[in-house]
């Protein structure tokens, strides 16, 4: 199964560092991010998982709730959470997935059906296509994904700055432009007439091109 924009974030149970959980039921009516890892104990992933712990609070008061997950037991993930503490200064307290049996990275097409059905033995080389955020809505449709090699670590300032475009576009008819950061100017959608935009937008936006109108962001 291929996920793309739009298509509904797969339903699972599975065991995590804070228990068994539903996803959809432990999502509720918040957004989500989840985000793999192909091993525990592994360097870029150790401060990748600190930088987010760092940065949880943000995404708290976005109503995002954060989830990782890699192809490990919960045991080693446990272990595994003193590491990071100690490396980078900050201890998750997200849950974090244990997919053993590599049934949730299949779910989401990161590893391929035939992969077998269990962690044992395996490396990070043989999981690396593990390596993916899905920005996921309140209506369980996934919004966004980002995938990266393991040489690259993720740029989590960027996973909340897109955070912060879908939930904006979400709520109104615009779009965010290159670079956009929350606050700055949006463009109005190509689908809102100019009779429309007018009712929308009554303080007005200045037309670049007929298809290119700039408008404050709404609630800004």
């Known amino acids: 199964m291929t996920l793309r924009i739009g298509d509904t974030a797969p339903d ?12 959809h039921d432990w999502l509720g009516s ?17 401060t990748e998982l ?3 712990a760092k940065l949880e609070p943000e995404f708290a008061r976005r109503n995002a709730n954060v989830i990782g997950l890699s192809v490990d037991p919960v045991e080693d993930h446990s272990r595994w959470l003193a590491d990071i503490g100690e490396c980078t200064g900050h201890t998750p307290n997200y849950p974090l997935i244990g997919d053993r049996d590599l049934k949730v990275a299949k779910l989401y097409d990161m590893l ?9 033995g395996r490396t990070a080389a043989t999981n690396a296509t593990v390596r993916t955020v899905y920005v ?11 995938s990266y090699p393991m040489s690259t670590g993720r740029n989590f300032d960027e996973v909340l700055r897109l955070l912060d475009s879908c939930q904006l576009t979400a709520q109104h008819k615009v779009a965010t432009p290159v670079n956009w950061k929350q606050g700055e100017d949006c463009i109005i959608v190509p689908s809102v007439s100019d009779e429309e935009a007018k ?5 007005g936006w200045t037309a670049l091109k007929p298809y290119l109108r700039v408008v404050p962001q709404p609630g800004a």
Not at 112 to 120: C, R
Not at 199 to 203: C, M
């Open 12 to 23: 699972f149970e599975a065991e995590t560092t804070q228990g068994r959980i539903r996803f």
């Open 30 to 46: 918040s957004w989500g991010v989840l985000f793999s890892h192909p091993k525990d104990f592994t360097p870029v992933c150790t």
């Open 50 to 52: 600190g930088y987010l």
């Open 112 to 120: 391929p059906a035939d992969a077998g059905d269990t962690a044992a």
């Open 136 to 146: 996921i809505g309140p209506d369980k449709q996934i919004k966004a994904t980002l």
């Open 199 to 203: 009712e929308r937008f009554p303080g």
